[in-house]
């Protein structure tokens, strides 16, 4: 269970506050989803969750234990907005193993039948991949890594329909192995596979559903 307990983010350079007291309740094996528009702070607390920024105020808990920034490193896994955008590797398995030179094939291998890419060339440039594919890749890149939580930013941003409908049906299978928070402007898809469903709105966090 993941656990924010008044959770704020107010750098000292800011007139006001980027999040302010987020209270957040998340099941393991469940889809969490906060919608808010641009710059209601949705990206900001992805980045406290992955340990990218630390909060100002408050705690984050994963089940009893409290998380410093170092831990949520360990256990989260973040797919950052367009993440084709940082693809480094010139194949797919070069971009697996990115950080990661000592993977073995049978990881690589699950990792990429959780995201359904198994039937494609490890030789396979990322950038020849469809808009879906990479997004599935990306989902892989960190799955590798086993992480306890998956947090992503706007994934199905900029996809045609199709393919949002695909990623949404992709995110509701891996639900069942890990605990998933997603942020959007434009859940549309998302909202049916959501658990759990947040507004956040001038860095105000208010449970929907
Ligand atoms: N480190 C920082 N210092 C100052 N301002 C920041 C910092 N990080 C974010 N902001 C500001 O905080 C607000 C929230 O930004 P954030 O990127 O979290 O919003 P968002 O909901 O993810 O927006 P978008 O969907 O456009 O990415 C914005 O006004 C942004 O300019």
């Not at 998340?26 to 710059?39: F, N, R, T, W």
């Not at 998380?67 to 490193?73: N, S």
């Not at 590797?89 to 990429?112: F, V």
Request: aromatic content about 4%; glycine content about 8%.
């Amino acid at each position: 269970m993941l656990y924010l307990k008044d959770v704020a983010y107010h750098p000292p350079a800011t007139p006001s506050p980027i999040l302010s007291g987020a209270n957040l309740e998340l099941a393991s094996q469940e889809l969490g989803l906060v919608i808010g528009p641009s710059g209601s702070g949705k990206t900001t607390l992805l980045e406290i969750l992955a340990g990218l920024a630390e909060q100002t105020k408050g705690q984050i808990f994963w089940r009893d234990q409290e998380l410093t920034p170092l831990d949520l490193q360990q256990l989260g896994g973040l797919v950052f907005q367009f993440p084709e955008r940082h693809f480094c590797g010139s194949t797919i398995l070069e971009e697996l193993r990115l950080g990661h030179p000592e993977i073995e094939a049978d990881t690589i291998k699950n990792a990429l039948q959780e995201v359904g890419l198994e039937h494609i060339s490890l030789n396979t440039s990322p950038h020849a991949l469809s808009g879906g594919q990479q997004r599935r890749l990306a989902l892989a890149v960190q799955l590798i890594r086993q992480p306890n939580l998956l947090l992503l930013d706007e994934p199905t941003a900029g996809l045609d329909w199709s393919m949002r409908q695909q990623l949404a049906k992709l995110l509701a299978k891996l639900k069942n192995h890990w605990t998933i928070l997603v942020v959007s402007h434009d859940p549309t898809e998302l909202l049916a596979i959501a658990d759990r469903c947040w507004k956040i709105d001038q860095g105000h966090l208010e449970l929907a559903k």
